[in-house]
T-cell receptor, first 115, second 113 residues
Framework: NAGVTQTPKFQVLKTGQSMTLQCAQD?????MSWYRQDPGMGLRLIHY???????DQGEVPNGYNVSRSTTEDFPLRLLSAAPSQTSVYFC??????????????FGSGTRLTVV | KNQVEQSPQSLIILEGKNCTLQ??????????LRWYKQDTGRGPVSLTI?????NTKSNGRYTATLDADTKQSSLHITASQLSDSASYIC????????????FGKGTRLHILP
């Protein structure tokens, strides 16, 4: 039981490049989310999904796309990287989401630098 | 505006001492409140979760309290250990959607030997 696995752990991109941050969970959780964490700020929700085939925008969705074709995987795509997207990205999953009293399990994070 | 405010921003204490971290929130409606511990370079890990009807929850040396009337929570750490050095994040869930989860900025705790 690996929990939530994020890859890569570190990435450097040039402005304008695109890439996909991978997230996979093996706990059969319905809910999955992507957050970014910047110095001096709380985690901010980018996109989330309440089940396969369903996604919705969070607080800071611009510049990011997601898809949820399977329960296990929830990749985050950066369409055209910008320096403002330099951050640490966390993927999280939960059995029934934050409101259901079930805690979120977080991945170990992807540290992205855009130069 | 839904907000979660934590204090202090950072705290330094000696190993073995107790400490209390504070969380004030204005999230409404209220569903539940969690405290997470985040070690440097790692993702947050859940410590406690409390719903409206609960006013205290313990997890080993961590005890969280909740006053839903004043919208305040605290996390008390007893007999601190070096491994307690981390950021502690208060997270409040409001409503029925995941975009209603509000994260505090965290309190950075340093335990000195």
């Amino acid at each position: 039981n690996a929990g939530v696995t994020q890859t890569p752990k570190f990435q450097v991109l040039k402005t304008g490049q695109s890439m996909t941050l991978q997230c996979a969970q093996d706990m059969n959780h319905e809910y999955m989310s992507w957050y970014r964490q910047d110095p001096g700020m709380g985690l901010r929700l980018i996109h989330y999904s309440v089940g396969a085939g369903i996604t919705d925008q969070g607080e800071v969705p611009n510049g990011y796309n997601v898809s949820r074709s399977t329960t296990e995987d929830f990749p985050l795509r950066l369409l055209s990287a910008a320096p403002s997207q330099t951050s640490v990205y966390f993927c999280a999953s939960s059995y029934k989401g934050g409101q259901g009293g079930y805690g979120y399990t977080f991945g170990s994070g992807t540290r992205l630098t855009v130069v | 505006k839904n907000q979660v405010e934590q204090s202090p921003q950072s705290l330094i204490i000696l190993e073995g001492k107790n400490c209390t971290l504070q969380c004030n929130y204005t999230v409404s409606p209220f569903s539940n409140l969690r405290w997470y511990k985040q070690d440097t370079g790692r993702g947050p890990v859940s410590l406690t979760i409390m719903t409206f009807s609960e006013n205290t929850k313990s997890n080993g040396r961590y005890t969280a309290t909740l006053d839903a009337d004043t919208k305040q929570s605290s996390l008390h750490i007893t007999a601190s250990q070096l491994s307690d050095s981390a950021s502690y994040i208060c997270v409040v869930s409001g409503g029925n959607r995941d975009d209603k989860i509000i994260f505090g900025k965290g309190t950075r705790l340093h335990i000195l030997p």
